[in-house]
T-cell receptor, first 111, second 116 residues
Framework: GQNIDQPTEMTATEGAIVQINCTYQ??????LFWYQQHAGEAPTFLSY????GLEEKGRFSSFLSRSKGYSYLLLKELQMKDSASYLC????????????FGKGTSLLVTP | EAGVTQFPSHSVIEKGQTVTLRCDPI?????LYWYRRVMGKEIKFLLH????????ESGMPNNRFLAERTGGTYSTLKVQPAELEDSGVYFC??????????????FGEGSRLTVL
């Protein structure tokens, strides 16, 4: 089985930095994904980590520690448009490479 | 290039009726996935097609759900008969060939199903 935990809601100020954490317990781990989803829209891919360490992509960075079952998504220079739900998802090689999602973190960016 | 498209965007039906959801993946994507999000819950995997073959259908809730992908292009997900607990948003996603180390799934906007 698998268990993915992330905070339900977070609030941050425009221009600030926010870190969204995700912890997981799973068999057959084959990578961790972060997706962004605005209300009523499709989830869009942000990042993929399979090895330990930090992956940086513009204002967004994602970190993974496989030994700790832990990841975070770091958003810098927050903009109002970053208000969205952020989904942590784990891919398992023993389940046909399907994604197993957490419930998502709803981020509100305030002026 | 068109993204993953889903139809209808919203369907409202009565318990016991039948609904068919359609997904058109990105052209050339062999992998097609169906996911579902019930209100208040996480997005959950339903099944995975590679071309026209069902690779993994371990997430299908029960035999009221039937997914097809004839010809390996678009896919349909039929719910018959629909029950109240089937209400939710059904997402389709696609990706190129063999997943391997390639991480990205492209999602559609989802089909919202409301069963009354």
């Amino acid at each position: 089985g698998q268990n993915i935990d992330q905070p339900t809601e977070m609030t941050a100020t425009e221009g600030a930095i926010v870190q969204i954490n995700c912890t997981y317990q799973t068999s057959g781990f084959n990578g961790l994904f972060w997706y962004q989803q605005h209300a009523g829209e499709a989830p869009t891919f942000l990042s993929y980590n399979v090895l330990d360490g930090l992956e940086e992509k513009g204002r967004f960075s994602s970190f993974l520690s496989r030994s700790k079952g832990y990841s975070y998504l770091l958003l810098k220079e927050l903009q109002m448009k970053d208000s969205a739900s952020y989904l942590c998802a784990v891919m398992r090689w023993d389940s046909g490479y399907a994604l197993n999602f957490g419930k998502g973190t709803s981020l509100l960016v305030t002026p | 290039e068109a993204g993953v498209t889903q139809f209808p965007s919203h369907s409202v039906i009565e318990k016991g009726q039948t609904v068919t959801l359609r997904c058109d993946p990105i052209s050339g994507h062999d992998n097609l996935y169906w996911y579902r999000r019930v209100m208040g819950k996480e997005i959950k995997f339903l099944l995975h097609f590679v071309k026209e073959s069902k690779q993994d259908e371990s997430g299908m809730p029960n035999n009221r759900f039937l997914a097809e992908r004839t010809g390996g292009t678009y896919s349909t997900l039929k719910v018959q008969p629909a029950e109240l607990e089937d209400s939710g948003v059904y997402f389709c996603a696609s990706s190129q060939e063999d997943r391997g180390d390639d991480g990205e799934l492209f999602f559609g906007e989802g089909s919202r199903l409301t069963v009354l």
